[in-house]
């Protein structure tokens, strides 16, 4: 069996390293064009020239949540698309998310304005009920933001496509339940996984629909969200604020209205990080779940996008 490894942008050796201690039954290697053909490949925005040269590949296993940059490659139809279920990246999207709520319903930023000028204040404490958090997208990471919320009682709305039913959690589906899903929601916590159906979903008039003082937390791709409404509803006092830990252009450019906008939190695309040594245990127990004939989790529908 061959695995080769293709990223743009990451060193692939350690991950050559560690799959071939993990797999070692397999021949494991860092893709080069003219490479030999390979079974599987482990992927992070490889370019459309892998693809090509790969033609007996059976399965793609990408390393990120999100599988969007791969659908917009040309890609045999016969080849199985995965995604890695969680690897560690739940977690750590629930610490981001529930730190990134209770920063704004505490008003820690406004704390620490005070403090820099040497100032003693004192806010009337909010009320919970007042402030329904909306997580929009119910996947794997979703799922455990939702359940991470309740654990500080915080009334939780989920929007999905399709039904899904979350213990204690208001749950709202389809796109004639998308308004209720925003007016309801006082913080809006983007999970979606980006398709052309949910590119620019976060726009003036989505936007609008949070109740005023609602707060924005796009933790999902940065094409969700339309810069320029999301700055003009701040700045008219729609919206009290924004966390945002991904944009249209990664690095975020220097001359950015982001990084100086007093409401507006940025971080680098840290909200939850691909872990290695849990990815490896799980691309293996997936590569030999195939082997044996067996279904595994994480099959991409590349026609849903997801």
Same mark, same amino acid.
């Given at each position: 069996?061959?695995? &080769? ?8 050796? =350690? ?30 925005? =490889? ?16 390393? @990120? ?12 139809? %016969? ?38 000028? @040497?100032?003693? %204040? ?19 990471? @979703?799922? $455990? #933001?939702?359940?991470?919320?309740? #654990? ?10 399709? =039904? ?8 709202? %589906?389809?796109?004639?339940?998308? %308004? ?67 944009? $249209? &252009? ?17 971080? =680098? ?30 099959? #991409? ?6």
């Amino acid at each position: 069996m061959n695995i &080769t490894i293709c990223f743009t942008g990451l060193s692939p050796e =350690p991950w050559v390293q560690s799959l071939q201690q993990a797999f070692a039954g397999a021949v494991v290697s860092a893709w080069a064009p003219g490479a030999p053909p390979a079974d599987h490949a482990i992927v992070w925005a =490889p370019p459309q020239q892998f693809i090509d040269e790969q033609p007996d590949l059976q399965t793609l296993f990408n390393i @990120g949540a999100g599988v969007d940059a791969l659908l917009q490659l040309r890609l045999p139809p %016969s080849l199985k698309v995965v995604r890695l279920d969680d690897a560690g990246m739940s977690v750590q999207m629930a610490e981001y998310v529930c730190h990134a709520v209770i920063r704004h319903f505490r008003e820690f930023d406004g704390y620490d304005v005070d403090t820099q000028a @040497g100032k003693w %204040s004192y806010r009337k404490p909010r009320s919970r009920a007042d402030f329904a958090v909306g997580v929009m997208g119910l996947g794997v990471l @979703g799922e $455990r #933001v939702a359940k991470a919320l309740q #654990v500080f009682e915080f009334p939780v709305n989920a929007y999905s496509r399709s =039904p899904k039913h979350l213990q204690g959690v208001h749950s709202f %589906s389809g796109a004639q339940a998308l %308004s209720e899903f925003l007016a309801t929601s006082r913080v809006l916590v983007n999970l979606m996984p980006l398709t052309p159906e949910t590119e620019n979903i976060l726009n003036h008039a989505t936007l609008s629909q949070l109740p005023v003082g609602g707060y924005v937390i796009n933790v999902a791709r940065g094409k969700h969200l339309v810069e320029e409404d999301l700055i003009a509803l701040i700045d008219r006092g729609h919206l009290a604020g924004a966390t945002l830990d991904v944009f $249209r &252009t990664e690095p975020l450019p220097a001359a950015h209205p982001f990084w100086q906008h007093p409401k507006i939190t940025v971080t =680098p695309h840290t909200s939850a990080r691909t872990l290695r040594e849990e990815s490896i245990a799980q691309i293996v127990g997936k590569i030999q779940a195939l082997g044996r004939g067996e279904p595994i989790q994480g099959l #991409v529908d590349t026609v849903r996008g997801y």
